[in-house]
């Protein structure tokens, strides 16, 4: 389920806010289809009702609320407010048996719902409610990935300061945890965050450091990503041979 988080990452969405919905679900689509090619058709044209069917009446305990969990992912972009419902019976479930786990994985998809939708208040709610869960269980992985996700719906709100609070967060974890790759795309994001400030000289100095890390892991697709950035960097204040 946290494949999902990598779109996050990349940073790859520019808003428009009269054509917000249309362009998140459909960049996030591409992303999901390019990269992971999880776009089921499974999905497609299914009722609530079939997709609760669909789960064999034998599943119970930890292993339903993993199997609402999956289900709600599946049509999450097609239906957030389907996926809602099963991720609603998922926090039910998960509360009344005590899984952890699976509530924290329900919570993040519940935000993840409402960002694609724009909600970014209502998204931000639920990724603080499933941060503090990877929390309590001292799970630093979740609470990088957590903390990412606040990054993001931060900046969709317009709030800067906070989302670089929390990207930086996410950062230093993933410095704890040696991941390269979530170092250098947090720092593109990071990046992005400045350039929004046409704080152009911390933008570059941003992109620059994440490129490098993306050099030496081979990261063709993060290269070329942050590149772009750094052109675009580059065609705003003038340097067009850079360009």
Do not use: W
């Not at 609320?65 to 992912?73: A, H, S």
């Not at 048996?97 to 960002?115: F, M, P, Q, R």
């Not at 694609?116 to 269980?137: C, P, T």
């Not at 719906?153 to 990207?167: E, T, W």
């Amino acid at each position: 389920f946290e494949r999902i988080d990598l779109r996050f990452d990349v940073g790859l969405i520019k808003f428009d806010h009269s054509k917000l919905l249309m362009k998140r679900v459909l960049a996030h689509l591409l992303l999901m289809h390019c990269l992971f090619g999880v776009i089921d058709t499974e999905c497609k044209a299914q009722s609530l009702d079939s997709l609760l069917k669909a789960i064999s009446p034998t599943v119970a305990g930890e292993a339903l609320v993993d199997t609402l969990n999956k289900k709600g992912f599946q049509v999450i972009f097609q239906d957030p407010f389907k996926a809602r419902e099963i991720l609603d019976k998922s926090i039910r479930s998960s509360q009344d048996i005590g899984y952890t786990t699976g509530l924290a994985v329900a919570l993040k998809n519940k935000a993840i719902s409402y960002d694609i939708q724009g909600s970014s208040n209502q998204a931000v709610n639920y990724f603080l409610r499933s941060l503090e869960i990877y929390s309590d269980m001292r799970d630093t992985l979740g609470i990088a990935r957590r903390k990412k996700n606040l990054g993001i719906a931060y900046k969709n709100l317009g709030d800067i300061k906070m989302s670089r609070k929390f990207y930086r967060e996410s950062i230093s974890l993933k410095e704890i945890l040696g991941d390269k790759k979530g170092i250098a795309y947090g720092l593109n994001n990071v990046g992005e965050l400045f350039q929004k400030e046409d704080n152009y000289s911390e933008a570059l100095a941003n992109f620059r450091n994440s490129f490098q890390l993306l050099d030496s892991l081979d990261d063709k697709r993060g290269m070329s990503i942050v590149l772009s950035n750094m052109a675009d960097v580059n065609l705003r204040i003038g340097n067009y041979q850079k360009t």
